[in-house]
């Protein structure tokens, strides 16, 4: 078996018994990086000297933990502390954290090794990760199609087995949307699950880190290290988390929004409805649940979300870290050019949209509106969620489209997160494992939790995944050496 | 307020934004957002059928409010690593432009 076929926890394992060494790993997915980045685009940076020395403290036993050797990718937008974080934004071409993200020293205190920085839309902001001011992330099962985003990269380095674990964020679909897009496993926990501590704020009161892996179980792995309170951030939260899969759903309750679906393509609820009858087969019951407001989500997200933007970008002004516009003869003209060229296009439009929303005269009729739907929401799932256990549903309206198909009109684009926005409206974690593929390209059946409930989330999830095999296949890209 | 209903903002409007949020804009990008803008906050409009009469807004996701922590002192980052991305700097300090003269 080739090394980049074990599981992260399989990996783990092998490491920990000393069958394989944490360095030959490491140099293993190194070696792949090299060898088929150049095509994918996954990773902004890599760090081989970095993630070797990483490796070799492990292999001397001066770092030992749960994740031990354990080779990890981590989307440019958490602070690693003496490497670059960008956030696929040229504001922050040359930023170098002087502090580590809460998940990612997390993550190293378990002796993860970290192997690079994953592409992303700038600032998080995107649903195909064209968006970033540096590079295209290419689908690995079609690289003329887009692996989904913002997450687009951690998503495209796990499908091609370049990272057999990575970190992504998701404020409306992020992790979600490219998981199910890319055909892996992808965990958008509970808000306040994962401390958002060193993860730089796109929209505050909806981003939340989480893993994205090859399986439930990785994802459960990776939540078990990531879960906890942390000091610094003070909407994270400490609701106990018990770790521990089991792999059944019998007698589980699986709700399904049905008058929400009925817009949904033939393939696409054809491969959903097999999802949902792989668990019946296991033993769970599927019942009818209203979700009334849901057709909402996305309007009241594209007002939330650009309103908190506009507030958390507020300090890239070149004053104190990132790109300066040196020509300016007055510090208002500064702050103004330093914005005009730092920023790209989508990012300048969600400023300005939140701004807009946000000004005198506009703030009751959009954000509070938006506020008091949130509201609704919440309480919409509440009463779904006295029917039944959990939630299921598609992640995506289609496949993988092609690079460059949905990027000039943007109204477009965000439609792509019509089945995941509100989740992070109301909190909720939603996992996402891969389903049926449709015309050859993955898509994901998401299942949706009360808060806190992960490890319910995550025993369906492996659940389903011991009864198919989608969740094993992945692409073959090439080798150009 | 009521409701607001926009299919294009003006370029008075947009230019209001942009200074707002401190955005040089070009005259391209002034059409561009004239017309995007008034897309969305089209889109948008349909949140007015949802009936939110006296119904609270959601400013806390979990309702955890006024988290507090102990008054203790803590070591900062030190000067040398807060201003090491500094553009510019100047005696330990982050050096700007002129703010007096401007609009």
Not at chain 1, 9 to 31: K, N, P, W, Y
Not at chain 1, 127 to 153: F, K, L, M
Not at chain 2, 6 to 11: A, I, S
Not at chain 2, 33 to 58: K, N
């Amino acid at each position: 078996m080739r090394i980049e076929d074990l599981s992260a926890s399989e990996l783990v394992d092998s490491i920990a018994a000393r069958q394989v060494s944490a360095l030959e790993v490491t140099d293993h997915f190194l070696g792949r990086i090299e060898a088929l980045d150049k095509e994918l685009g996954a990773f902004l940076s890599v760090f081989p000297d970095f993630a070797r020395e990483q490796a070799r403290r492990v292999d001397a036993g001066q770092v030992t933990g749960r994740l031990a050797g354990l080779p990890v990718a981590i989307k440019d937008n958490m602070c690693t502390v003496g490497q670059k974080t960008t956030c696929g934004s040229r504001i922050l071409e040359n930023f170098v954290p002087p502090y580590e993200a809460t998940a990612v020293a997390r993550l190293r205190a378990q002796g993860a090794v970290l192997l690079g920085k994953t592409n992303l839309d700038e600032f998080a902001m995107g649903s195909s990760t064209e968006n970033s001011a540096y590079q295209v992330t290419r689908n690995p099962w079609d690289p003329s199609r887009v692996p989904g985003g913002s997450s687009g990269g951690s998503a495209a380095a796990v499908a091609a087995r370049m990272a057999p674990l990575a970190l992504g964020s998701d404020t409306g679909g992020s992790i979600r949307q490219p998981a199910a897009l890319c055909g892996v496993t992808g965990l958008k926990p509970t808000y306040g699950r994962v401390s958002r501590y060193g993860l730089v704020a796109f929209a505050s009161s909806l981003d939340q880190i989480g893993p994205l892996a090859r399986s439930a179980q990785d994802c459960a792995l990776a939540l078990d290290v990531l879960a906890g309170l942390d000091p610094r951030d003070t909407t994270s939260s400490d609701a106990p988390y018990v770790s521990g899969l089991q792999a059944d759903v019998r007698g589980l309750k699986l709700g399904v929004p049905r008058s929400f679906l009925s817009d949904l393509a033939p393939d696409m609820a054809r491969v959903f409805e097999e999802a949902c009858q792989v668990l019946v087969g296991l033993g769970a019951t599927l019942v009818d649940v209203q979700l009334p407001n849901l057709s909402g989500a996305l309007a009241a997200y594209y007002i939330v979300a650009p309103a908190e933007a506009s507030s958390n970008l507020a300090r890239y002004d070149g004053t104190r870290y990132g790109f300066r516009a040196a020509d300016a003869p007055d510090v208002l003209t500064m702050f103004k050019r330093t914005r005009a060229r730092g920023f790209g296009a989508e990012v300048k439009r969600r400023i300005m949209i939140g701004t807009y929303v946000l000004s005198a005269g506009y703030y009751d009729a959009y954000y509070l509106k938006a506020q008091k739907v949130r509201t609704v929401l919440s309480r919409d799932f509440a009463a779904a969620f006295e029917q039944c256990d959990l939630i299921l549903m598609p992640t995506t309206p289609s496949t993988a489209f092609k690079i460059g198909e949905k990027s000039s009109d943007p109204l477009e684009m965000y439609l792509s997160d019509i089945y995941t926005v509100a989740l992070n409206l109301a909190g909720l974690p939603g996992l996402v494992v891969p389903s049926a593929p449709v015309g050859g390209l993955p898509t994901g059946l998401q299942i949706i939790g009360r808060a806190f409930d992960e490890p319910r989330l995550l025993s369906c999830g492996h659940a389903f995944q011991t009864a198919t095999d989608f969740h094993q296949r992945h692409p073959e890209p090439s080798y150009q050496s | 307020m009521g409701r607001v209903f926009v299919k294009e903002l003006t370029p008075q409007e947009v230019d209001h934004v942009a200074h707002l949020a401190r955005l040089e804009i070009t005259p391209a990008e002034r059409e561009a957002f004239s017309r995007q803008l008034g897309e969305i906050l089209t889109y948008v409009e349909q949140l007015s059928a949802i009936d939110t009469e006296g119904v609270e807004p959601l400013l806390s996701v979990f309702g955890r409010a006024d988290v507090l922590r102990e008054d203790q002192a803590h070591i900062p980052l030190g000067v040398e690593r807060v201003l090491q991305n500094a553009p510019l700097q100047e005696n330990d300090q982050f050096r700007i432009p002129q703010i007096l003269g401007d609009t």
